[in-house]
Nanobody, 124 residues
Framework: QVQLVESGGGLVQPGESLTLSCQAS????????MGWYRQVPGKRRELVAT???????KYGDSVKGRFTISRDDAKKSVYLRMDSLNPEDTAVYYC??????????????????WGPGTLVTVSS
């Protein structure tokens, strides 16, 4: 079963930087997109950044110019570099991927996979 595992969350002060990592593992699969969402209690999960395979990154309005997404497809990994963090960035950050599991050389229908989440706290 495909799993996404995040790392890199923690406590930082306003203005500091942090990088999140996420790696997909478990069987043979084809990645269509990898990205990040975040959620605070009482609010909807929102897009932070996403990058389709071979395509361009898309960012949420609140993080444009401060966050940078990148992928390493050889490692089946996605990263989120977060600069100029502020308290409003405090949230649980979830890794997300749309992928197809490959069975007998044939790709199944695409499905969405989520990581368990990693907490980022920005506070002085």
């Amino acid at each position: 079963q495909v799993q996404l595992v995040e790392s890199g969350g923690g406590l930082v002060q306003p203005g500091e930087s942090l990088t999140l990592s996420c790696q997909a593992s478990g069987g043979l699969f084809s990645l269509y997109s990898m990205g990040w969402y975040r959620q605070v209690p009482g609010k909807r999960r929102e897009l932070v950044a996403t990058m389709p395979t071979g395509g361009y990154a898309k960012y949420g309005d609140s993080v444009k110019g401060r966050f940078t997404i990148s992928r390493d497809d050889a490692k089946k990994s996605v990263y989120l570099r977060m600069d100029s963090l502020n308290p409003e960035d405090t949230a649980v950050y979830y890794c997300h991927s749309e992928l197809s599991i490959i069975r007998g050389g044939i790709a199944d229908s695409p499905l969405e996979v989520w990581g368990p989440g990693t907490l980022v706290t920005v506070s002085s």
